[in-house]
Each structure stands twice: as structure tokens, then as C-alpha cells.
């Protein structure tokens, strides 16, 4: 099996993907939050790639079933109902809703696999789901990281490592790997026992502590705590069933 990893969502084309399947991984937070959310009952989420694009969109939905959600520098944006926290993708607000879903990073990342043969939401909440179907995949794999604002966040690296040290145990077999995907593993290799450190020692988790965030950073370490695969087909994502 062929996988690739790109440390940075802007390393590849959305045409690349045709074929493909795209897993992209946004440990801090959207991958983690979307995962939470759908987890909660919500009835699907629909990736926006701009503030704007996420309001034009909400704008022509009925708002008694959707919700506007999303951040910028890790705070709620003016007028949003929700914010990037998975603490507050409760049932009571979420079930049977559609989010429209529009973070800093993830969010332009997941629309980007939009051509891809098939697209899935990975993080360490449901790393166990994402490499059980990866190992009956036939197509090749690209794992995108969302990074931090274009630039490489390494908690994104360890999880992508970790998918390929563990899909590799599962089938037993050696993987075709890029040198990203060999750097992810290495990474994995050496961090596996201490993800909440490397989530919390992160450059972006270190920011999300100084804006009060601190309490999201093991939720999002938690590994298999959301054992559910998202699904990003059609400009929305839902729950493989």
C-alpha cells in the first residue's frame, strides 16, 4: 500500500487526490471537534473555507436546524452559536443539527479533499476507526496534516505517524512511503507513549492554554475516546455506517 504524508496542507493540489483516499488530520481542534459533534447526534457538518462562505451558506439554510460554528485564533467568532471546543458539542445543542463548520485550519483542509475518491476526519479521538478502514482500502492514501496557519504542528505529525505505524501492524504488511510519511513515523515512534505532552507542549496547544482553552488538550490527546470514522462526500460530512 502506497501513503503519503503532507506535514502541510499546501504541499499538494486538490487534483492530486482524484483516486485517492484523503484522511486529514486536525488534532487541535476541528478533527477532534467534528468528531465529538457527530458523535453527540449532530446530523451532519458542512465544512465552510472562509467566514464568509460559512455565513452565505447559513444564510440560505433554515436556522432553526443549523448551527454556525467555528474560530478564528482559537475564539468564537462574532455571531457563530458555537465555537472549536469539543466540550461544547453537547447532545442537547447538536442533536439532529447541521453545523456549518468553519475553523482557521482544518476546515480548508477537509474542503480541499472535495475530489478525493474518498475523504476521512483523523485524530487521536478515533485513530483505531480511521486505520481499521484504511486497511481494507485498495486506493492509495494521502494523509494531510492541517498544520497551524500553512506551518507544520507537530501534534498533526505524531497522529499521521501513528495511523501508518499502526495500519502497518494491522495488515502486516510493509507500506510505500513518502519522506514525510517516514518523518511522521519517526515522530510517532518517539512520542507514542506521551501524546497528551506532545498535544500540550505544542506550539498550538501552549497557545490554546493561554486563551483558556487548557481543558480541550486531552480531550483532543484521548486516543480512541470517539471510536466513529466522519466522512467528508458531497460538501458534508457524516458517520460511516
Not at 468553519?102 to 477537509?110: K, L, V
Not at 506551518?151 to 505529525?157: K, S, T
Not at 501524546?195 to 482553552?213: E, K, T
Request: glycine share 8%.
Amino acid at each position: 500500500m502506497k501513503v503519503d504524508v503532507y506535514l502541510i496542507p499546501n504541499e499538494l493540489s486538490e487534483e492530486r487526490l482524484k483516486e485517492r483516499i484523503a484522511v486529514v488530520v486536525d488534532v487541535l481542534r476541528a478533527s477532534t471537534t467534528i468528531c465529538a459533534a457527530l458523535g453527540a447526534g449532530a446530523r451532519e457538518v458542512i465544512p465552510a473555507d472562509s467566514i464568509a462562505g460559512a455565513i452565505q451558506l447559513a444564510s440560505i439554510l433554515s436556522r432553526e436546524t443549523t448551527l454556525l460554528c467555528g474560530e478564528r485564533e482559537g475564539k468564537l467568532i462574532e455571531g457563530f452559536d458555537l465555537g472549536n471546543s469539543p466540550f461544547q458539542y453537547t447532545p442537547t445543542m447538536v442533536k439532529g443539527k447541521t453545523l456549518i463548520f468553519g475553523s482557521t485550519n482544518g476546515s480548508p483542509t477537509i474542503v480541499k479533499t472535495r475530489q478525493a475518491h474518498r475523504a476521512l476526519i483523523a485524530g487521536f479521538v478515533n485513530l483505531g476507526v480511521v486505520v481499521h478502514s484504511l486497511a481494507q482500502a485498495k486506493e492509495p492514501v494521502d494523509i494531510l496534516c492541517a498544520g497551524r496557519l500553512e506551518q507544520f504542528a507537530i501534534e498533526d505529525a505524531v497522529c499521521a505517524g501513528m495511523i501508518l505505524v499502526e495500519l502497518q501492524r494491522k495488515t502486516g504488511k510493509e507500506l510505500e512511503l513518502n519522506d514525510g510519511a517516514k518523518a511522521a513515523v519517526i515522530l510517532a515512534e518517539k512520542y507514542r507513549d506521551s501524546i497528551p505532552d506532545v498535544v500540550a507542549n505544542s506550539f498550538h496547544g501552549r497557545y490554546l492554554s493561554q486563551i483558556g482553552m487548557e481543558a480541550d488538550l486531552p480531550f483532543c490527546a484521548d486516543l480512541n475516546r470517539l471510536p466513529l470514522l466522519p466522512v467528508y462526500s458531497d460538501g458534508r460530512i457524516t458517520i460511516s455506517h
